[in-house]
T-cell receptor
């Protein structure tokens, strides 16, 4: 079955530690995205990548880093510089088509990160 | 600047009632797409519908219907005869379709719908 997997589902981190969230897709999609969801704030874009070895900052990139070494993988590292990392993190992907903005994004099940 | 506003934070209805979720958007683009997603308690967002800026026809899919009005920049979502399984957070989103568009989505803050049995 094609889809997006995120692991782990729940993650606990001590303050001052870096932690990496995994996102893998087997949909052969070109673009991948990371969102952060906080209660009452909807989804906010952290980073996105439209092609391998290239990525751009979203609206709230400070304290996060990403890599895109393979088309199917887009891991997110939450660094100790992120002041308030406790949140629900969602990964998404979308194919490119001839119409920019047309394709819906497909989402993974999310990772809930809690800083202790 | 692009923006999506979902003014209803939470709505509670009793099963079989009809309910409308409001979405108002702002964009300077003449070509754009609007989306609705459902987020059940499991957390994964599920795509419901896409509408492009040149198509103002209303759409109906089973108990779901969508009303797109460009004149008021609104894209409202109605669930007829609601069911407990409709309980979820619903997000409205906007994407650019002009030159240089990146397929980024701008999300509203979501509306939590609780359907009571």
């Amino acid at each position: 079955d094609g889809g997006i997997t995120q692991s782990p589902k729940y993650l606990f981190r001590k303050e001052g530690q870096n932690v990496t969230l995994s996102c893998e897709q087997n949909l052969n999609h070109d673009a991948m995205y990371w969102y952060r969801q906080d209660p009452g704030q909807g989804l906010r874009l952290i980073y996105y990548s439209q092609i391998v070895n290239d990525f751009q900052k979203g609206d709230i990139a400070e304290g996060y880093s990403v890599s895109r070494e393979k088309k199917e993988s887009f891991p997110l590292t939450v660094t100790s510089a992120q002041k308030n990392p406790t949140a629900f993190y969602l990964c998404a992907s979308t194919p490119f088509s001839g119409r920019a903005g047309y394709n819906e994004q497909f989402f993974g099940p999310g990772t809930r990160l809690t800083v202790l | 600047a692009q923006k999506v506003t979902q003014a209803q934070t939470e709505i509670s209805v009793v099963e079989k009632e009809d309910v409308t979720l409001d979405c108002v958007y702002e964009t300077r683009d003449t070509t754009y797409y609007l989306f609705w997603y459902k987020q059940p308690p499991s957390g994964e967002l599920v795509f419901l519908i896409r509408r492009n800026s040149f198509d103002e026809q209303n759409e109906i899919s089973g108990r779901y219907s969508w009303n797109f009005q460009k004149s008021t920049s609104s894209f409202n979502f109605t669930i007829t005869a609601s069911q407990v399984v409709d309980s979820a957070v619903y997000f409205c989103a906007l994407s650019e379709a002009g030159g240089g568009a990146t397929n980024k989505l701008i999300f509203g803050t979501g509306t939590l719908l609780a359907v009571q049995p």
